[in-house]
DNA sequence: ACCTGAACACCGTTCAAGT
DNA sequence: ACCTGAACACCGTTCAAGT
């Protein structure tokens, strides 16, 4: 749908435009469907010209990743603040932007949480740290609101954070029926609370 | 270590010979690792020969995650065996196995729950059933101990599932570090029982 | 600085042909 | 039935060269 306009690139944002491409053709195709070939192809260029700004193919996934976690940061951050102020508001609001992301685009949470980048790949870990940067201060909050045990550790929310994505993986591979979600979700927040309520 | 022996291969077992050198490599390299013309190579055939066995490399690979499955459902069902005949004992025995199933094979579990396999590859969604079969006996079991609320349902199960498939996702990736595993893994158990408890 | 074109070594997949 | 060899279209990566 926007492959052939006007080509505004040429020499203006040809990695900006090669990430854009690849978005798609992840959500679309997957990850074995993305070349640096054809995403050349699809913006116009040479098909060495995305070495400029991506040394291998690598790169533009590790590229993809974090952008992945910018934009859930984002969305969970807005979902946050316009969510009411009470904690279990908060964190419903948080954990159902996430379920929602990572359901909505299969593959990329797949890339995003995946084995690849286990070494040398410092800024994928770093945009994942901010991405989920709220979520002790969340914790926190729940304390403070007494809705939660204060002896809760900031670990119970990676647990959750955990459960979270082990949910939509479920779903995304196939393993759970997608209506099942929704069910799955509420269990899973109400399971945390009850499991780290006070007294 | 095992490669050029004495090949007795040739005629007899070519695709058991096949998937477990592609074990190999997909634990010791990784699944882009993976290639069909290298493993005919170092099992001793053309490259052309696996096409008998496997249509293309994603059945190979629809094959390397079901072996996966049996082999996980194998130790599912023998460490619940060996461990005491209670509830939390079962249950803790079960996860234990297969977190450490999960990260001793971290690219082997990321093909398992691969988003790949969506269309047309029931029988790796059947693999994944049996291997977590025993799952509802054991809640009803805890239920019937008195363990766990009677009200409990068959999917706090699956929550439970996918909070360890989780932790073992996030320490694989590099994203929580590998040392705060069975911390994670017993506060998950922790809040499980709590979240589930009767009254 | 940014891009091109040719080149290299490697794939997956297909197919006629051999035993 | 099972395997081979050649062929096709496609990769990722590299590098000298162009503007």
Redesign the interface.
């Known amino acids: 749908m926007t492959e052939t306009e006007e080509r505004p690139y040429h020499h203006g944002s040809l990695r900006d435009a090669l990430l854009s491409a690849a978005e798609e053709t992840l959500r679309e195709q ?1 990850q ?1 469907e993305l070349s640096l070939r054809e995403l050349a192809r699809q913006v116009g260029v040479s098909h060495a010209a995305p070495r400029r700004h991506f040394r291998d193919r690598q790169a533009l996934l590790d590229a993809l990743a974090i952008s992945g976690f910018e934009r859930l940061g984002e969305q969970l951050r807005q979902s946050i603040a316009a969510a009411e102020d009470d904690f279990a508001s908060r964190l419903r609001a948080a954990v159902g932007t996430f379920v929602r992301f990572a359901t909505q685009d ?2 990329l949470l ?1 890339l995003m ?6 070494e040398g ?1 410092e800024p994928v ?1 770093e945009a ?2 901010s991405a989920f940067e709220h979520l002790p201060q969340l914790i926190e909050q729940g304390q403070d609101e007494g809705a939660i045990a204060p002896s809760t ?1 900031p ?2 929310g ?2 959750l ?7 939509a ?2 779903i ?5 029926e997608a209506g ?1 979600l929704d ?2 979700t509420d ?2 927040v ?7 309520r006070p007294d």
């Open positions: 997957g074995d299969a593959a797949e949480f995946s084995t690849k980048h286990r790949a870990r994942a740290g550790s670990q119970s990676i647990v954070l955990a459960t979270v994505q082990g949910i993986t479920l995304n591979g196939g393993m759970v099942m069910e799955l269990r899973a109400e399971q945390f609370l009850r499991g780290n």
